[in-house]
């Protein structure tokens, strides 16, 4: 697998949106079920997103659901969040993962997921 590199992350302010983006150099994120999880300081890294190869089924953490939305593009090999009406609790270090080549389902557990990012740092000001 080709490393992965997310970027997209900065300073909001709450009520606000980034878009942040993963990208490798191979094939890693078109053929794999993909996911986006963050750590907050002094708290375990949780699951956010998840999206499997094809695109066709997503699933999101319930506090993030219907505010953010994980999308990827095949031809491109990026992965994507959007996240929208930003919240104070969502400052964190954001990681994309790999997770099962051809996966049809997305797990939440990190144990499912094998290679990570380096992370982009997220801050939501209130």
Do not use: H
Request: aromatic letters at 10%; a neutral charge.
């Amino acid at each position: 697998q080709g490393p992965l590199v997310e970027s997209g992350g900065g300073l909001v302010q709450a009520g606000g949106s980034l878009r942040l983006s993963c990208a490798a150099s191979e094939r890693t994120i078109s053929l794999r079920t993909m996911g986006w999880f963050r750590q907050a300081p002094g708290k375990a890294r949780e699951f956010v997103a998840g999206i499997t190869w094809t695109g066709r089924t997503t699933s999101y953490a319930d506090s993030v659901n219907g505010r953010f939305a994980i999308s990827k593009d095949n031809a491109k090999n990026t992965v994507s969040l959007q996240m929208i009406s930003l919240k104070p609790e969502d400052t964190a270090v954001y990681y994309c993962a790999t997770s099962t080549p051809f996966g049809t389902s997305v797990g939440q557990s990190e144990d499912l997921y094998e290679s990570w990012g380096q992370g982009t740092p997220v801050t939501v000001y209130a």
